[in-house]
């Protein structure tokens, strides 16, 4: 059993960073391609990023590309999400997920996930 957990979402003014962390327990860190999703009120849940195993290759939706940067410590089962001039737009739940599989922008893709951690912008 692979147990993902979030920390870092608060609120933040519009422009501002912010820096989310997932810390992984229960399995092979390494072996695992990591993503970043989000859900906003009333919207379906988006792809962010993803990572893959050793790091060497990301994806980004186009929406957080130049903004948000992922990226992982395997020797501290963590990756992470950098967040750069936020927008109220990027206000959402946002979710750390975990596949042994494929690195894919599809949800269903991963078999693991934490429990979301809220991100809120101001105008």
């Known amino acids: 059993q692979v147990q993902l957990v979030e920390s870092g979402g608060g609120l933040v003014q519009a422009g501002g960073s912010l820096r989310l962390s997932c810390t992984a327990s229960?399995?092979?860190?390494?072996?695992?391609?990591m993503a970043w999703f989000r859900q906003a009120p009333g919207k379906e849940r988006d792809f962010v990023a993803a990572?893959?195993?050793?790091?060497?290759?990301?994806d980004y939706a186009d929406s957080m590309k130049g903004r948000f940067t992922i990226f992982r410590d395997n020797t501290k089962n963590t990756v992470y999400l950098q967040m750069n001039s936020l927008e109220p737009e990027d206000t959402a739940v946002y979710y750390c997920?975990?596949?042994?599989?494929?690195?894919?922008?599809?949800?269903?893709?991963?078999?693991?996930w934490g429990q979301g951690t809220q991100v809120t912008v101001s105008s």
């Open positions: 229960g399995g092979t860190f390494s072996n695992y391609v």
């Open positions: 997920a975990a596949s042994g599989l494929i690195m894919s922008r599809a949800p269903a893709h991963y078999a693991y």
């Open positions: 990572i893959r195993r050793s790091g060497s290759i990301t």
